[in-house]
C-alpha cells in the first residue's frame, strides 16, 4: 500500500528550527520527485519546495533561503528542514509524489499524506 | 512566479452541471491537476493528465483546457461532491509548481 505518514510539527516560536519527516511506503523516494505543501489555517494550498531524483532542490519564494528538503533513501523518508520560522509560516504540511508525463507537460500530486501541523507562536 | 485564478465560490443545484476554472499563463504551458479537499481531510487527487481520473473518482468528473484556462466540469453533481477545489500546474519558470486559490463549491 502506498502511504505517506508526516511527523515531527509543534508548537514552536518565531525564530527557531524545526525538522518534519515524511516515511513513505509503498515506493521508493529515490526515484521519484518529492514535494511538500502547506494551508495555512482557513486557507488556500502553497506549494514550498520539491526536490529531483537526482537531489536538485527547489523552494517558493516564501521559504527559500530558510528551508532545505533533503532525503534519505536507507529510510525512504523525505525530511523538510525549516529554519529561522516566522508567524505566517503557521500550517499543515503535506508531503506529497510528484507524478509526471514530463514530455506532455503532465504533473500531478498522488498521493498526500495526512499532513502534520505547525504552529509558530510566541 | 506565474499565479492561477479560481473563482473562491460557485454553487450548483443538486443533479445539474457545473464548471470550475482556473486560469494562468502556465496553463498554456502545463496542464492543470485538479484536487478535491473535503472539510478536515488531506486534499485528493479528482483529475490529472488531459482528462485522466484516478481510480475511485466517479465518470461525472472531467477537464478540459483552452489556452490560458483549464475547467473541472461535474456533470450532475451530488451532495458528496460539496468541497474545496484546487487546481495546479507546474510554474512557467519550469521549477516550481504553483496553486490556485480554491473554489468553494456549495451543492444546493
Known amino acids: 500500500e502506498v502511504q505517506l505518514v508526516e511527523s515531527g510539527g509543534g508548537l514552536i516560536q518565531p525564530g527557531e528550527s524545526l525538522r518534519l519527516s515524511c516515511e513513505v511506503s509503498?515506493?521508493?523516494?529515490?526515484?521519484?520527485?518529492m514535494s511538500w505543501v502547506r494551508q495555512s489555517p482557513g486557507k488556500g494550498l502553497e506549494w514550498v519546495s520539491v526536490m529531483y531524483t537526482g537531489g536538485e532542490t527547489y523552494f517558493a519564494d516564501s521559504v527559500r533561503g530558510r528551508f532545505t528538503i533533503a532525503r534519505d533513501n536507507s529510510k525512504n523518508t523525505v525530511f523538510l528542514q525549516m529554519n529561522n520560522l516566522r508567524i505566517d509560516d503557521t500550517a499543515v504540511y503535506y508531503c506529497?509524489?510528484?507524478?509526471?508525463?514530463?514530455?506532455?507537460?503532465?504533473?500531478?500530486?498522488?498521493?498526500w499524506g495526512q499532513g502534520t501541523l505547525v504552529t509558530v507562536s510566541s | 512566479s506565474s499565479e492561477l485564478t479560481q473563482d473562491p465560490v460557485v454553487s450548483v443545484a443538486l443533479g445539474q452541471t457545473v464548471r470550475i476554472t482556473c486560469q494562468g499563463d502556465s496553463l498554456s504551458l502545463y496542464y492543470a491537476s485538479w484536487y478535491q479537499q473535503r472539510p478536515g481531510q488531506a486534499p485528493a487527487l479528482v483529475i490529472y493528465g488531459k482528462n485522466d481520473r484516478p481510480s475511485g473518482i466517479p465518470p461525472r468528473f472531467s477537464a478540459s483546457t483552452s489556452g490560458d484556462t483549464a475547467s473541472l466540469t461535474i456533470t450532475g453533481a451530488q451532495a458528496e461532491d460539496e468541497a474545496d477545489y484546487y487546481c495546479s500546474s507546474r510554474d512557467s519558470s519550469g521549477d516550481l509548481w504553483v496553486f490556485g486559490g480554491g473554489t468553494k463549491l456549495t451543492v444546493l
Open positions: 509503498g515506493f521508493s523516494v529515490s526515484v521519484n520527485y
Open positions: 506529497v509524489r510528484v507524478m509526471r508525463v514530463s514530455a506532455a507537460g503532465f504533473y500531478w500530486f498522488d498521493p
